[in-house]
Antibody, heavy 129, light 110 residues
Framework: QVHLQESGPGLLKPSQTLSLTCTVS??????????WSWIRQPPGKGLEWIGN???????DFNPSLKSRVSISVDTSKNQFSLNLTSVIAADTAVYFC?????????????????????WGHGTRVTVSS | EIVLTQSPGTLSLSPGERATLSCRAS???????LAWYQQKPGQAPSLLIY???NRATGTPDRFSAGGSGTDFTLSISRLEPGDFAVYYC???????????FGQGTKLEIK
């Protein structure tokens, strides 16, 4: 069974860099079929995709955060990490790591599963002076 | 960028009733890239539906979904107490790669 677990500091001051790690168990992070994402949820609000990493190093990011975000992978520890620079109060949120990918077939045609099947429990990050 | 608009914002129903939730895209989208999630307070979202109409592992058959183009729906028949939660739709677009969520529909007990 695949499990994801987020870890990192829960309190930051404005202008600092947020660094979170997601530890993956039950699956290899180097698998070609899957994509590893960071998603956040501000208090009382909806979900926002931050970015992902796949193929052991390729990344895509939400354009609204791209200038401040980086995601990396440590294959030796089966982990991937998020860095968000110059944090502000609006970055206060629960941060989730999640996995999507794989395939399903309908008749003779197969499609990607573009949905997050596995989620971590989330870690709360507060930005406050 | 695709914008997903969910309606209603809040739906008040009683156990045993049927719920119908809507997700409208700002332009026509590929139905294979539309998903639905359930989120209970203090928990991570849980995938219910992928590819617009395919139930994820563990999703009861009381949950059904469909749609195409810009209009998609999630239906829950015979509501049970554990179904009262917030529901999100989500789309993946490849040009540029981007995952977008709707703002959510809160299903509450009447």
């Amino acid at each position: 069974q695949v499990h994801l677990q987020e870890s990192g500091p829960g309190l930051l001051k404005p202008s600092q860099t947020l660094s979170l790690t997601c530890t993956v168990s039950g699956a290899s992070i180097t698998s070609d079929d899957y994509y590893w994402s960071w998603i956040r949820q501000p208090p009382g609000k909806g979900l926002e995709w931050i970015g992902n990493i796949y193929d052991s190093g390729h990344t895509d990011f939400n354009p609204s955060l791209k200038s401040r975000v980086s995601i990396s992978v440590d294959t030796s520890k089966n982990q991937f990490s998020l860095n968000l620079t110059s944090v502000i109060a609006a970055d206060t949120a629960v941060y989730f790591c999640a996995r999507d990918g794989g395939h399903y077939c309908s008749g003779a045609t197969c499609f990607n599963i573009d949905a997050f099947q596995i989620w971590g429990h989330g870690t709360r990050v507060t930005v406050s002076s | 960028e695709i914008v997903l608009t969910q309606s209603p914002g809040t739906l008040s129903l009683s156990p045993g009733e049927r719920a119908t939730l809507s997700c409208r895209a700002s332009e026509s989208i590929t139905r294979t890239s539309l998903a639905w999630y359930q989120q209970k307070p203090g928990q991570a979202p849980s995938l219910l539906i992928y590819g617009a109409s395919n139930r994820a592992t563990g999703t009861p058959d009381r949950f059904s979904a469909g749609g195409s183009g810009t209009d998609f729906t999630l239906s829950i028949s015979r509501l049970e107490p554990g179904d009262f939660a917030v529901y999100y739709c989500q789309h993946y677009g490849s040009a540029p790669p981007m995952y977008t969520f709707g703002q959510g529909t809160k299903l509450e007990i009447k």
